[in-house]
């Protein structure tokens, strides 16, 4: 089974971009004839498996807590902090930087909804 789906991305209420094309290069999916992605499968929810895999491409060593609205599953699986990621100051130190709140599982940086 296959479906088409379009990405759409929505800024004050209002669509500003449909990142299909580029999103479509990144994941490995065609274009349809409507300009989604043609992507197989069934038995659940396809748009948000899209939406997870193209946060889990863009960030692949994760992301930074963003507060209180951050999706994270860090977050409803016993992690209650939500302060915001800040990076320390390890990098003075000659070092790489290290973070204070950072997620693993960058599949929910991105936030997904049906229109």
Known sequence: MQREIGLVLIEDGCAVRHPNY???????????????LIVGGCGMD???????????????DGFGCIGERCRSCDHSNGDRNYRPNVALTTAAKGGP?????????????????WL
């Open 46 to 60: 396809m748009g948000f498996h899209v939406v997870y895999q193209l946060g889990a491409a863009l960030w692949p």
């Open 22 to 36: 580029a999103a479509g290069k990144v994941l490995g999916y065609r274009q349809g004839k409507s300009d989604g």
């Open 97 to 113: 930087p290290a973070y204070e709140h950072w997620h693993r599982d960058s599949g929910y940086a991105l936030r997904q909804e």
